[in-house]
């Protein structure tokens, strides 16, 4: 039994309206949907944040640096996997466009029983990337925010002559009372320290 794939809202960038259409053609053929139609001269950040894309496919000879420019500001901005098929293989290009989001980029040319199989591996990388990518970004958080508890703590400790154990637990008990966060508890105490400097 064939497996069922999802429908992808799809947004196609190529300069080549007869490539483009065939392409869409070909991609309805299996069930998805063309949400817009672009060319490299349009606005394609604002295309995406119109129109919200499951995926990129960009069908151009060689990337350009506005297109690549675009594909690093919506991959700063709103995130999702771009697929771009070319002819250029040169390595400075291939390394240009995977440093501005491309996810998947396909040189030796658009076989139509590959489309499939290209967007789904380009999806799952896509989806482990920013797995990932937010674990970090927790990480780094959750690091920013004991580093202000600790310099919190270290003023409560100077202020009130407390251990570190007590000044902790004097934090933890006004956070508690006050119903925020004791990261924002900590917020308060070094920005009023700074205040009385």
Known sequence: MAKETRQLNI????????????????????GHRIVARASTGDDLTAMVNRYLPDIIIIDMDSPDRDTLEHMQSISADRPRPIVMFTNDDDSQTIHKAVKAGVTAYIVDGLQPQRVMPILETAIARFNEYQTIRNELEKTRNSLE???????????????????????????????????????????SIIAAAELLK
Request: hydrophobic share 45%; proline share 2%; glycine share 4%.
């Open 145 to 187: 925010e004991r580093k202000l508890i600790e310099r919190a703590k270290g003023i409560v400790m100077k202020q009130s002559n407390y251990d570190e154990a007590t000044a902790y637990k004097a934090m933890q008990k006004i956070a508690m009372s006050r119903n925020m966060k004791l990261v924002d508890l900590a917020r």
């Open 11 to 30: 947004m196609l960038i190529d300069e080549l309206p007869e490539r483009s259409m065939a392409m869409e053609k070909l991609l309805t053929g299996l």
